[in-house]
Every structure is written in C-alpha cells, then in structure tokens.
T-cell receptor, first 113, second 109 residues
Framework: DSGVTQTPKHLITATGQRVTLRCSPR?????VYWYQQSLDQGLQFLIQ???????AKGNILERFSAQQFPDLHSELNLSSLELGDSALYFC????????????FGDGTRLSIL | GEDVEQSLFLSVREGDSSVINCTYT??????LYWYKQEPGAGLQLLTY?????DMKQDQRLTVLLNKKDKHLSLRIADTQTGDSAIYFC?????????FGTGTRLQVFP
C-alpha cells in the first residue's frame, strides 16, 4: 500500500460528459502529480501541485483542469470527454516540491463509451 | 528533448536472473527509478538510485547506473513467477517523471 488513495477505481461515462477524479496524498506529502496512461501515449505527466499551488504543467489538455485543496487532496476534472480520453489516470505524491521519489495510487480507469 | 528507452519484452526461466535495461537522455536527473506494474494494478515504486551512485542493492534487486553512457539496469536475482509484470524505468526532468515504454517480463517455469 503506497498510502496514496484514488477514487473512484473505475468510471464509465459517455462522450461530452464531465468527470472528477479524486486523490488523497500520503500523509505529510505536499506535492501531488497527475499522470495519464494510455496504450498509444504510454505514461504522460499532466500536472503538479505543491501545497495548493500549481507548480508544473505537462501535456494536459485545455479541457482538463486540476486543483489542490487546503487539506492537500487533489481533484482532476475532465470535461467534454472524447473517446480518446479513455485511459488510466494516476495520482502520485512526494514530500517536497519535486525531484524526490513519487509514490503512486492504484489509478482510476476511465472508459468513454 | 527528454526520452527514456527500454526494450519491450523479456522472457526468463524461473530461478534465473533477469536484467532489464534502460537508456535515458537527461544527464541532470537527480534520481532514476524503477517502477513495477502488475496486471490491472497501479505503479509500485520498486527502487531508485541517486545519480552520484553507481550501484544499489536491495535484497534480490540490483540497480546499476552508468552515467557516462546514460544507461540504467535492473537485475532481479532468482526470478519468480510473481515477478511477472511490466517494469518502467523513469528519470526526473524538472520535477516530473519521464517514463520509458515499459518492459514486460514474463517468467516461465
């Protein structure tokens, strides 16, 4: 058990819809990272938050947004969903701003029908 | 840009050693990592090595780092069927992780 909790484990929805993925970091970790794992793109970094502030942005679409709340949990919002958004979405956390080992949750599997 | 490369497949007999190789591009990476992903599961941090080290051993796992050639390897001694999984090498680049494509390790009896 990594200590990182992601909910829900599975999400099935339709094109055009909006979903929210939730992540609770390990106790004491201030950074939260979001990654997407798909068959064609592999594991891609989306975005990082540190202590409530956005710190780094990767290949995140404009239809996607995230935030980190005062209690340090994070949410990834995906809107106007397309078939190509079907993927496994991982959250990871680390103690500091970055450049430290990241521990991953079990992921949320998103299926768009 | 940053890139991490791994071979896609490795098949070994139970009890033998497995060696999974990786090359990376960013020489400024502070840490290099190995993650394991079992079918339907998340990413498990297996081990990592600090960039000023050449080798790190942790029970059955040995990590070797050749900074000159930007080459990282993971050796699993006495490979078991429970080691069957996808193994990802990753480097840090401006705090984010850049992952390789993953090496699928298949262990047969």
């Amino acid at each position: 058990d990594s200590g990182v909790t992601q909910t829900p484990k599975h999400l099935i929805t339709a094109t055009g819809q909006r979903v929210t993925l939730r992540c609770s970091p390990r106790s004491g970790d201030l950074s939260v990272y979001w990654y997407q794992q798909s068959l064609d793109q592999g594991l891609q970094f989306l975005i990082q938050y540190y202590n409530g502030e956005e710190r780094a942005k990767g290949n995140i679409l404009e239809r996607f947004s995230a935030q980190q709340f005062p209690d340090l949990h994070s949410e990834l919002n995906l809107s106007s969903l397309e078939l190509g958004d079907s993927a496994l979405y991982f959250c990871a956390s680390s103690p500091g701003r970055g450049n430290q080992p990241q521990h991953f949750g079990d992921g949320t599997r998103l299926s768009i029908l | 840009g940053e890139d991490v490369e791994q071979s896609l497949f490795l098949s070994v007999r139970e009890g033998d050693s497995s060696v999974i190789n990786c090359t990376y591009t960013d020489s400024s990476s502070t840490y290099l990592y190995w993650y394991k992903q079992e079918p339907g599961a998340g990413l498990q941090l297996l081990t990592y090595i600090f960039s000023n080290m050449d080798m790190k051993q942790d029970q059955r796992l040995t990590v070797l780092l050749n900074k000159k050639d930007k080459h990282l390897s993971l050796r699993i001694a006495d490979t078991q069927t429970g080691d069957s999984a996808i193994y990802f090498c990753a480097e840090t680049f401006t705090d984010k992780l850049i992952f390789g494509t993953g090496t699928r390790l298949q262990v047969f009896p």
